[in-house]
Nanobody, 128 residues
């Protein structure tokens, strides 16, 4: 089992920044990728960004490219999501996820079913 704990959410005005953190514990040696998803009220959970643990390769959904950056700290088993130029449409609960699957086609990590473990979520609210 892998436990994931997110932190760093909050409220910010449009144009502001937040940094989310996700600390993994437990059987972290099984981890091949970690990602962030988000879910707004009344909407399905959507992919935001992923980082592959072996080579730090990253992939983003189009709506956050150039504004968000995912990174990792191997020693701390922690993944981060730096969110800049935030927009009201970024408002959602953000979830961290961990996958035991290695996939050379990183874009295939966009599917939630690829991930085995999920955090409890952290709220991000962006006001206009």
């Amino acid at each position: 089992q892998v436990q994931l704990v997110e932190s760093g959410g909050g409220s910010v005005q449009a144009g502001g920044s937040l940094r989310l953190s996700c600390a993994a514990s437990g059987r972290t040696f099984t981890n091949n990728a970690m990602a962030w998803f988000r879910q707004a009220p009344g909407k399905e959970r959507e992919f935001v960004a992923v980082i592959r643990w072996s080579d730090a390769n990253t992939y983003y959904t189009d709506s956050v490219k150039g504004r968000f950056a995912i990174s990792r700290d191997n020693a701390k088993n922690t993944v981060y999501l730096q969110m800049n130029s935030l927009k009201p449409e970024d408002t959602a609960v953000y979830y961290c996820a961990s996958s035991k699957t290695y996939d050379s086609f990183i874009w295939r990590y966009m599917k939630p079913e690829t991930f085995d473990y999920w955090g409890q979520g952290t709220q991000v609210t962006v006001s206009s």
